[in-house]
């Protein structure tokens, strides 16, 4: 088992540049032909703020306190979930031609995807770092610990990724349905709007839903400057590694039959 994980740990290390140009090309063909290109990493979830903010601020008369920077610091955290979840169920189908042809480590292509999500992100940072110099909002010392969650989500999307670029390959009905899924996902997930006004048992069944302690946790580190104890650091741990195991072990499970159905 040690000398497995030992060769396991060959063979990324071997094929780390490679994972690094598959990033480096998400992005560019993400922005190819753009005129803004990477500066659209900032200004998405601005524009997405200002339209939510007016949406719920004076439609819905939505009265959270600094309401700009409680969306941002959920949704930045459920996008790079759902956007690098997504990408990485096409991440086997999408390299077909290059699968067929050479041998490169097939989890190589869902993981290239989320680390793309990952770097995202932290461009995507700037617009909250913006908004809260906007809003005067304080700066905790917390926003130091803001690694913790963002690796709780990394590690679980990482596994929920190659848990659906696994099946995707066998089932392509998955991937129509996912976009559908994605959408009750985020309404079910407190973005933009306060657990508070949920009925108790709406409460309990929310937090079956992961990104309920991600959002939270990053929340709580951003908005309130309030360090999360030890059961929702557990939980979110927990929650991470089953979901990368059973990611990884479906994956391997599956990835020797993969050239005969793409």
Not at 178 to 197: H, N
Not at 227 to 246: A, D, E, H, K, Q
Request: proline content about 6%; overall charge positive; charged content about 10%.
């Amino acid at each position: 088992m040690v000398k497995r994980i030992e060769e396991n740990i060959k063979v990324f290390l071997k094929y780390s540049t490679l994972l690094k140009e598959l990033v480096i090309r998400d992005i560019k063909v993400r922005y190819r032909k753009s005129v803004l290109g990477l500066l659209w990493t900032v200004l998405n979830p601005l524009l997405m703020m200002v339209v939510i903010t007016i949406v719920f601020s004076t439609i819905f008369k939505q009265n959270i306190p600094n309401f700009p920077i409680y969306y941002l610091s959920g949704s930045l955290i459920f996008s790079f979930n759902s956007e690098s979840t997504s990408n990485a169920m096409y991440a086997i189908i999408g390299n077909a031609s290059l699968i067929k042809k050479v041998y490169i480590p097939k989890y190589l292509f869902p993981l290239s995807k989320t680390v793309s999500g990952l770097v995202n992100l932290g461009f995507s940072f700037i617009a909250m770092v913006f908004v809260m110099i906007i809003t005067n909002a304080p700066f905790y010392p917390t926003l130091l610990l803001l690694p913790i969650p963002i690796v709780y989500t990394f590690i679980f999307s990482t596994g929920l990724g190659l848990f659906l670029g696994a099946f995707a390959v066998y089932f392509r009905d998955i991937c129509h349905f996912y976009g559908v899924f994605i959408l009750a996902w985020t309404y079910l997930t407190p973005i933009f709007y306060p657990v508070e006004i949920l009925p108790p048992t709406v409460l309990t069944l929310m937090k079956l839903n992961p990104m309920y302690h991600y959002v939270g946790y990053f929340r709580d580190l951003i908005l309130y400057g309030i360090v999360p104890g030890m059961r929702t650091n557990f939980y979110c741990i927990v929650i991470s590694l089953i979901t990368f195991i059973v990611g990884v072990i479906v994956f391997y499970k599956k990835q020797d039959n993969f050239v005969l159905y793409i």
